[in-house]
């Protein structure tokens, strides 16, 4: 008992030091988070007039469609492919929606078999040797009972573990989450995704309350990169700024105060509304990298979280002056590359501020003053969702050639 006491007492020690390190390598910007001096107003809510602009080969819908209905007309809008399951001249493919949907209307496959595949897949990346931990939760009957409704049929679809999806617990990663907090109905994206026939997986793995970035959960198990489950998931892209057709490069100012901003403002609140559960069981069943995450967020006062919302309010104008000159801002998706899963992580999890903030820095905008973005990532300015989903199918075809299969795949679609 004591050696497990003092492995706890050393991991909580090793997280303390890996926060103290980034805090003072970021000492002189925590500076003017907590003591800087700024004439602009606390920003709490990051809200954005509506603007009706037109926009190119957008097809605006008429209110009151179902959910079945808006999926039938966004695949209207796709440009016709002549790419089949068998002739695709690419050495690897991830399947789309639509592949999904042309191998059962052609009767090449049905929705049962994928979704036995797909059971059997999640099966064997759980089992020791792999320990992929992709999935918190998930039940076999569940996947297997759908529904034809929509394009959507027999499409697969996880939902993270932070999302309430009928019949799963929403842990949080957590161990307890769900028991003070009970999940009794679905969120309403996945209320709108069954009512297209989708199949719901289950519930993926996620860093325990999302208090880190490295996937690792000393609850749930790491989920792995299944191009080097040896590593953490994780990659790097290019970085530029496009602006009508233009491509030109731009400088957001402060991006690394803006970053701690964030990050106390997040941490302030997620303290506070979980306060009340934490007194009463969420510590004690909590990670240590959790436990050591949530001391830092209370260590924040008001002064911190006041000015946290003036940086937002300067960002929301930089970010302005940005997208008068561009309509897009496209960056790295992360600032490191993945990197090795320590194994005395696993058993209490890691809360690695170096690695951690070099992996969200590049995506705060999106999160902390409310603009719309795409997993590249590509951020827009307020109310262009179109726009970026336009440029993301663009982006997506122009690089399917250069996919490369990873070394953990399940083929759902094969042979068929």
């Not at 020791?128 to 409704?149: H, K, N």
């Not at 617990?169 to 003070?180: F, N």
């Not at 969120?187 to 860093?207: D, F, P, Q, W, Y």
Request: charge should be negative; include cysteine.
């Amino acid at each position: 008992m004591k050696k497990k006491k003092d492995h706890m007492f050393y991991a909580g020690l090793k997280f303390y030091l890996l926060w103290y390190a980034d805090y003072k390598a970021a000492f002189p910007l925590m500076q003017l988070v907590s003591y800087g001096m700024m004439e602009d107003s606390p920003l709490y809510v990051p809200l954005h007039p509506y603007e009706d602009f037109e926009e190119e080969e957008v097809k605006s819908l008429c209110p009151g469609l179902s959910p079945a209905e808006h999926v039938q007309h966004a695949i209207d809008c796709l440009r016709s492919s002549d790419s089949t399951l068998q002739d695709s001249h690419f050495s690897f493919r991830r399947w789309k929606i639509m592949d999904y949907s042309r191998a059962y209307s052609s009767h090449q496959i049905t929705p049962l078999v994928v979704a036995e595949r797909l059971i059997s897949a999640v099966v064997q990346s759980s089992e020791p040797g792999m320990d992929m931990s992709f999935f918190v939760s998930y039940d076999a009957r569940d996947i297997l009972l759908s529904e034809p409704l929509s394009v959507l049929d027999g499409v697969p679809i996880a939902v993270k573990d932070e999302i309430d999806c009928m019949p799963y617990p929403t842990t949080g990663g957590s161990k307890w989450l769900h028991k003070v907090r009970p999940c009794k109905e679905d969120a309403c994206c996945v209320e709108r995704l069954r009512s297209c026939g989708a199949i719901l997986v289950g519930k993926t793995n996620m860093h325990e309350l999302s208090a880190g970035t490295s996937g690792i959960n000393p609850h749930y198990g790491t989920s792995r990169n299944p191009y080097n489950p040896k590593r953490i998931s994780g990659g790097s892209s290019i970085s530029c700024c496009c602006m009508r057709r233009i491509t030109v490069e731009v400088t957001i100012p402060d991006i690394e105060v803006m970053r701690l901003a964030h990050y106390v403002t997040i941490g302030s609140e997620c303290t506070a509304s979980i306060a009340h559960h934490l007194e009463h069981k969420g510590r004690s069943e909590s990670g240590w990298d959790v436990r050591v995450a949530l001391s830092i967020y209370g260590s924040f006062d008001s002064r911190d979280y006041l000015n946290a919302q003036r940086i937002r309010n300067r960002q929301m104008r930089f970010h302005e002056k940005i997208f008068s000159m561009a309509d897009v801002i496209v960056s790295p998706m992360v600032g490191v590359t993945d990197y090795e899963i320590m194994e005395d992580a696993q058993e209490t999890g890691e809360l690695d501020y170096v690695n951690g903030a070099a992996l969200v820095r590049y995506s705060i905008a999106g999160n902390f003053l409310g603009l719309p973005a795409v997993t590249v990532p590509f951020i827009g300015k307020p109310w262009s969702e179109a726009k970026l989903i336009q440029i993301a199918y663009a982006v997506e075809a122009l690089c399917e050639a250069e996919y490369k299969k990873p070394q953990v795949f399940y083929d759902l679609l094969g042979e068929c």
